[in-house]
């Protein structure tokens, strides 16, 4: 049997409000179906035991709203079907225990969470659309059906702290952080479309258990699918399209990929670090701006059977290991394989067409890999290059068609057994530099110019080796390189047999002349012969090199060059100055040529060993440089482009056309990064910005923000400092001290300061591990008082962000007995901003200001009011301020560039000249630095 009620808000029959059907329909032992009238009902429902809520008009017709409390807090057997249900502070729908299911309804959290399935409930959701707020399952169970999730302000579906959620035919679109996120839990995606996420569509973490399969992913922001923290699980027939990594799998994480189709990737197709594991089976990537995949930091992948196409680089491996096997690579534009240092691989059964290079080693001592049954076709510049101190063995190549065969060189080692090479245009094998080269089996057909060829002082030794029909040489040694031929040969119609420089033992079968090769000059200086039975000179004769009736002369001669001649329109200008300064600057020794933001001509000074350089921006004259302050321009930064980067010298004032730099800074104008200076501390240069602001968010600006506050003032710091990703870790005894010195310490005081000033008390301050990660990347402590909460956090650099990255902030719980002055954010955006730019790195780094920067450094302040319904007017005092138009504030934000350090005066100057930024760009026109 079932009991019916009618609810509408006009009928004369039935129930005005839901409420009081629910409440006519409290003592019934029957299962309840309330049906609702089209209509807006602004009720908070408590809905217990065996209910159903139907909606009877068209989809959207019936609206449940409620502001400050969940609109439907379920305990029981509860159905809701046809309804539209919206809040904003609290939880719009919320199960508490038993079981609940939506269908054919939608949900919108403007502000929080839209639904919310607590510790034991489980939770059904069915044809539903979802929107603005997160839908949490937190301990429980569910089951979402052919839902929409749309503009989450965070994580569109969560599933933490054990859950077990099933998620099947559904799409996300536009979630500000990730479209599904599973923390310390287990979930299965199936048949399901994530869209425009900022960050990955699909994460798993702390330990989750994750199973994505039958999935498309597209145009998000970080990567398709992550892994971290010890997560594990299966993902099947998964389709990335445009993402910044297709899968990331970090820390630990070991799950099984197949089927994986990652397309258009703009950084990586399959990305592993940090001590990331995975199995990746039959899996495509194309297109992938950087590389098809990559292993790094620790990183060890097992691939298989995977194909890789149209891209940069096809596989990577920087201070990593991994074994890849049965991989096809394809029409790349640079290395099908790249091992950089401390790199380890295994390559087996890989095949690889139309790639410039196949194998680049480019590491030290501690890069090594073994390539087996590995084919190298159609390659523009070498199959095989191995260089600096790596250690390469080859079973069973073969390199056909190509430039090169295989080439090892300055202290590297390759070891080849049983391989091949046919077809090359110049050289089958080259060893070179201090080089090591053993071969046994090698077959060397159609080898160009030389089939085997060793120089410098290599050490080749070669046994059981044939080479055939080489244009120049079948074997040639030449330079001081040496070591032993065994049982060797040499065929062809042309060319000689054996060129060697008498440092071999040669056992060497050849029907080809063997000759010895030209002795080497002992130095490149040129020979000057005078030969008095030539031309007779009366007078000076100056640069002249003279030869006559010899066999051979060694000749150079160096081009003259012209001061300003190279780059139209600056000539006069540059003569003017090197006329000026004549004396000192000396005689060019390069063309004026455009370089950097502008244009630069080389000088050897007079005397010797004091070298300039002249150089000039667009629309600046041209000034001279120094050789020293020159140098430091190219080393300061870590930048592939450095005067791209930092522009060229200026001089302090207008008048003054020559920089040396003798006072110890030198400012800097025109670079990509904006104005700058060169600052000299002993014999060391380092670079730091001009301080500017904007009002510009960085992609780290919403880091730590996964569970909103009423109010948050922070200030984070993006450090781009160049540690090698993944090989830094916060230093334990720093992380001990700074902790200690955190409750006597001044961000401690400004905190304080903020509750006695509204009535409070406070002990002394006790500062926590947590509430975000403790790990060997990542640091967070925290201070909890009533109302309010202090924390400071640092992350280390990572696949997504790539630079250090910490932050100072204070949380506000609830609206606060009396509102923040503008005094008090004031003090307290200084405190934090020196915590997060000074305190903080240390835990990184001892003396962090001897790393060099690969970007500027950058701050933001930070004032948001996380909850709608309490604006930022509700919580700041801005009576002080003067007039503004314009709805309520929510967020008030900007962005510094200024170096790390900076003195107690300087750095209030410069929070005061960056709040009255953002307070005039928020419409406060009357603000100035005198209110401050």
Not at 46 to 52: A, D, S
Not at 340 to 349: Q, R
Not at 546 to 559: G, I, P, Y
Not at 885 to 894: C, D, Q, R
Request: glycine share 12%; net charge negative.
């Amino acid at each position: 049997m079932v009991a019916r009620y009618l609810v509408s808000p006009t009928a004369r029959r039935g129930h005005r409000t839901i409420a009081a059907a629910l409440h006519a329909a409290a003592g019934s032992r029957r299962r309840v179906v309330i049906e609702i009238e089209p209509g807006f009902y602004q009720e908070a429902l408590v809905v217990r035991g065996e209910v159903e809520l139907v909606g009877r008009g068209a989809p959207g017709s019936v609206v449940i709203s409620q502001n400050r409390y969940s609109a439907l807090d379920a305990y029981g057997t509860v159905r809701v079907v046809g309804l539209t249900l919206t809040g904003r502070e609290s939880d719009v729908v919320t199960c508490s225990g038993g079981t609940l299911t939506v269908e054919n309804s939608t949900i919108q959290g403007h502000h929080g969470v839209s639904v919310h399935a607590r510790p034991g409930s489980s939770v059904t959701l069915r044809d539903s659309a979802i929107g603005h707020g997160r839908t949490l399952f937190a301990g429980s169970t569910g089951l979402v059906e052919r839902c929409r999730f749309t503009d989450a302000a965070d994580n569109a579906l969560a599933v933490i702290e054990g859950a077990d959620v099933h998620v099947v035919d559904s799409r996300f679109a536009g979630s500000r952080i990730h479209g599904i996120r599973v923390s310390g839990s287990r979930a299965r995606v199936t048949g399901c479309e994530v869209t425009g996420t900022g960050n990955s569509a699909i994460a798993a973490d702390s330990g989750a258990d994750l199973t994505v399969l039958g999935c498309r992913i597209t145009a998000v922001h970080s990567s398709g699918v992550s892994f971290a923290d010890q997560s594990r699980g299966l993902v099947d027939d998964l389709q990335v399209t445009d993402a910044e990594h297709g899968i990331v799998v970090a820390s630990g994480s070991n799950p099984v990929v197949r089927r994986g189709r990652f397309t258009g990737c703009r950084d990586t197709g399959i990305n592993v670090h940090l001590q990331g594991l995975g199995r990746f089976e039959d899996c495509e990537v194309a297109r992938a701006g950087n590389v098809g995949v990559f292993s790094t930091t620790g990183g060890a992948p097992d691939v298989r059977g995977c194909h890789i196409s149209d891209g940069n680089v096809g596989i990577a491996v920087d201070g990593a290991r991994g074994r890849f096997s049965g991989i096809v690579i394809r029409d790349l534009t640079s290395a099908a394989m790249r091992l950089l240092d401390d790199a380890t691989g295994e390559f087996s059964d890989v095949d690889v067409e139309r790639c410039p290079t196949g194998l680049e080693a480019l590491g030290g001592g501690g890069t090594k890999a073994e390539l087996v049954d590995v084919r190298f076709r159609d390659f523009s510049i070498a199959a095989v290059t191995v260089v600096k101190q790596s250690r390469i063995t080859l079973r069973r190549v073969v390199a056909e068609r190509g430039f090169v065969g295989c080439g090892v060189g300055e202290d590297a080692r390759l070891l080849m057994f049983d391989c091949r090479v046919t077809g090359v245009e110049v050289g089958g094998v080259v060893a070179f530099g201090t080089a090591v080269l053993t071969a046994r089996g090698l077959t060397v057909s159609g080898g160009g110019e030389m089939g085997l060829c060793g120089r410098d002082s290599a050490y080749l030794d070669v046994t059981n080796g044939d080479f055939a029909d080489a244009t120049v040489a079948g074997i040639g040694l030449t330079d001081s390189c040496s070591g032993q031929l065994v049982g060797c040969s040499v065929t062809g119609t042309e060319g000689l047999g054996v060129m060697h420089n008498g440092l071999f033992q040669l056992d060497v079968r050849t029907s080809l002349p063997i000759k010895r090769a030209p002795d080497t000059p002992a130095s490149d200086v040129p020979t000057t012969i005078n030969n008095f039975y030539g031309p007779v000179f009366h007078g000076p004769v100056k640069d002249v090199q003279l030869a006559w009736d010899n066999d051979s002369v060694s000749q150079q001669q160096s081009r003259s060059h012209e001061v300003g001649v190279g780059v139209p329109g600056r000539r006069s200008e540059f003569r003017e100055l090197h006329a000026a300064l004549r004396d000192g600057i000396g005689h060019p020794t390069s063309a004026l040529a455009r370089l950097g933001p502008g244009v630069v001509q080389e000088f050897q000074g007079d005397p010797p060993g004091r070298n300039w350089v002249l150089c000039a921006l667009p629309d600046r004259p041209p000034v001279a440089v120094a050789e020293p302050v020159w140098e430091a321009l190219h080393t300061v930064v870590a930048s592939d482009d450095p005067l791209d980067a930092l522009g060229f010298p200026v001089p302090a004032r207008p008048a003054d056309r020559v920089i040396d730099g003798r006072d110890g800074q030198v400012a800097l104008a025109g670079g990509g990064w904006g104005d700058g200076r060169l600052v000299r501390s002993g014999d060391t240069w380092s670079w730091e910005p001009v301080p500017s602001l904007s009002l510009e968010m960085t992609r780290a600006a919403r880091m730590w923000t996964a569970d909103p506050t009423c109010l948050r003032v922070r200030a984070l710091a993006r450090l781009p400092w160049a540690t090698a990703r993944g090989k830094g870790e916060v230093a334990t005894a720093q992380a001990r001290e700074f902790v200690a010195a955190l409750p006597g310490g001044e961000l401690t005081e400004a905190l304080t300061a903020m509750l006695r000033r509204r009535g409070m008390n406070p002990p002394g301050a006790a500062w926590t591990a947590g509430p975000n990660r403790n790990t060997l990347d990542a640091f967070s402590y925290s201070t909890a008082h009533p109302g309010f909460t202090g924390e400071v956090m640092l992350a280390l650099p990572n696949a997504v962000e790539p630079a250090i990255v910490t932050c100072a902030e204070l949380r506000v719980e609830d609206p606060p007995q009396a509102v923040l002055t503008w005094a008090e954010l004031s003090h307290f955006l200084a405190v934090a901003w020196r915590t997060a730019t000074e305190a903080l790195p240390v835990l990184v780094s001892p003396d962090p200001r001897v790393l060099r920067w690969t970007a500027p450094p950058t701050v933001e302040l930070r004032l948001t009011a996380e909850r709608a319904a309490v604006p930022l007017d509700d919580l700041v005092d801005f009576s002080s301020l003067g007039a503004r138009t314009g709805g309520p504030l929510t967020e008030l934000a900007v962005t510094i560039t200024a170096p790390p350090r900076l003195t107690p005066a300087d750095r209030a100057a410069q929070t005061r000249r960056a709040v009255v930024h953002l307070l005039r760009a928020s419409g406060f026109l009357d603000a100035a630095e005198v209110r401050f």
